[in-house]
């Protein structure tokens, strides 16, 4: 059985014991988290969430992607601007669809 929810502004499709990583969630290692906008669950399709369907998650871990770097640079004006960005993230681990 496979769920399809939406966290972060993405949506994933994950089945039981599924590790996947979404955008930062607030908790620490070893929260349960529960999300109920699930788009379809099964055989069910929502309109646009199945009621009373939810997905149970395990945080396994919280980090950050390895560090990127823009540089911006105008030619003419004798203009750079260097910047880097790290996206936090957090790995989880797919316990139970209700």
């Not at 949506?11 to 990583?21: A, G, L, T």
């Not at 009621?51 to 823009?70: D, L, N, R």
Request: net charge positive; proline share 3%; hydrophobic share 35%.
């Amino acid at each position: 059985m496979f769920a399809i929810f939406e966290t972060g502004g993405k949506q994933y499709k994950v089945s039981v014991n599924d590790s996947f990583y979404a955008e930062k969630i607030e908790g620490k290692v070893g929260d349960k988290i529960t999300f109920d906008k699930v788009l379809m669950s099964g055989d069910k399709i929502g309109t646009p969430y199945v009621a009373g369907a939810s997905v149970v998650c395990e945080i396994v871990k919280q980090g950050k992607q390895p560090k990127i770097t823009i540089i911006k640079h105008i030619s003419q004006k004798h203009h750079t601007k260097k910047q880097g960005h790290r996206q936090p993230y957090t790995k989880l681990i797919v316990k139970e669809i209700k």
